[in-house]
Nanobody, 117 residues
Framework: QVQLVESGGGLVQPGGSLRLSCAAS????????MGWYRQAPGKERELVAT???????NYADSVKGRFTISRDNAKNTVYLQMNSLKPEDTAVYYC???????????WGQGTQVTVSS
């Protein structure tokens, strides 16, 4: 079983930046896509950004131009660079790995991001 471990969350002021990391316990090519989702209190989990194995990113409209997903294959790590953060970005952020052939989703434990002055 491949484990995903997030880090990098915290408290930041509006307009600030954070970088989230997701370290996999095996090669990230185990997954067809990796991505980030978030869940705010009282809301459903929503897609933030995904990245395919051939480096095609996809972003939610709400984060386009502010967030960037990337990966370091040698470190088996996926990143989410978040700039120009807004209070509405406050949520628990979850790393996700998806395998198309088995329709399997893998999730990390989540990391809290709070944007507040």
């Amino acid at each position: 079983q491949v484990q995903l471990v997030e880090s990098g969350g915290g408290l930041v002021q509006p307009g600030g930046s954070l970088r989230l990391s997701c370290a996999a316990s095996a090669s990230i090519f185990f997954f067809n896509t990796m991505g980030w989702y978030r869940q705010a209190p009282g809301k459903e989990r929503e897609l933030v950004a995904t990245l395919t194995n051939d480096d095609r990113p996809n972003y939610a409209d709400s984060v386009k131009g502010r967030f960037t997903i990337s990966r370091d294959n040698a470190k088996n790590t996926v990143y989410l660079q978040m700039n120009s953060l807004k209070p509405e970005d406050t949520a628990v952020y979850y790393c996700n790995g998806f395998r198309f052939n088995l329709r399997e989703n893998y999730w990390g434990q989540g990391t809290q991001v709070t944007v507040s002055s």
